[in-house]
C-alpha cells in the first residue's frame, strides 16, 4: 500500500500566500493610523514656550517655559542618521523621561533653534 501527501511546494506557496493576505489586511488597518498620527503631530516653537501636540483621537498637549528646559538631547538611528531624521527629547524640572518628539526632520537644525529661544528668554 503506497501513501499520498499533499505536495509540499504547494503547502509552502499557500503559506506565504497567507502570510503576505495577512500583513496586506494588517497594513490596510495600520496605514490609516500612521497617516492621522503623522498628521496630528507638531512641535511649535513660539515666544516664551514650546509646545508639544500629539495624538489622534484624545489629544495631548505639552507647553514648556524656555526658562523651564533643561536639556534638549537628539537621537538618530542608522535610518535616520542616512535619510536626515531623528527623535528629540525635552527634559524640563524634575521630568527624568522627557518629552520626545519622533521622527522629526532635521533635528539638529530644530534643537539649535530652540536653544536660540532659550538664550533669549532666560
Given at each position: 500500500m503506497?501513501?499520498?501527501?499533499q505536495?509540499?511546494t504547494?503547502f509552502?506557496i499557500?503559506?506565504?500566500?497567507?502570510?503576505i493576505?495577512?500583513?496586506?489586511?494588517?497594513?490596510f488597518?495600520?496605514?490609516?493610523?500612521?497617516?492621522?498620527s503623522h498628521?496630528?503631530?507638531s512641535?511649535?516653537?513660539?515666544?516664551?514656550?514650546l509646545?508639544?501636540k500629539?495624538?489622534?483621537l484624545?489629544?495631548?498637549?505639552?507647553?514648556?517655559?524656555y526658562?523651564?528646559?533643561?536639556?534638549?538631547?537628539v537621537?538618530r538611528?542608522?535610518?535616520g542618521?542616512?535619510?536626515?531624521f531623528?527623535t528629540?527629547?525635552i527634559?524640563?524640572?524634575?521630568?527624568?523621561s522627557?518629552?520626545?518628539?519622533k521622527?522629526l526632520?532635521?533635528p539638529?537644525?530644530?534643537?539649535?533653534?530652540?536653544?536660540?529661544?532659550i538664550?533669549?528668554?532666560?
Amino acid at each position: 500500500m503506497k501513501e499520498y501527501k499533499q505536495s509540499s511546494t504547494m503547502f509552502v506557496i499557500t503559506i506565504l500566500f497567507d502570510l503576505i493576505l495577512g500583513c496586506a489586511i494588517i497594513g490596510f488597518f495600520l496605514i490609516p493610523i500612521h497617516i492621522l498620527s503623522h498628521m496630528n503631530q507638531s512641535l511649535i516653537i513660539g515666544t516664551k514656550s514650546l509646545v508639544l501636540k500629539t495624538g489622534i483621537l484624545s489629544t495631548h498637549t505639552h507647553e514648556i517655559r524656555y526658562s523651564k528646559i533643561n536639556s534638549i538631547t537628539v537621537n538618530r538611528g542608522i535610518l535616520g542618521s542616512l535619510l536626515g531624521f531623528g527623535t528629540i527629547t525635552i527634559f524640563a524640572g524634575n521630568d527624568v523621561s522627557g518629552l520626545k518628539f519622533k521622527n522629526l526632520d532635521s533635528p539638529d537644525k530644530v534643537k539649535r533653534e530652540i536653544d536660540e529661544m532659550i538664550e533669549k528668554n532666560p
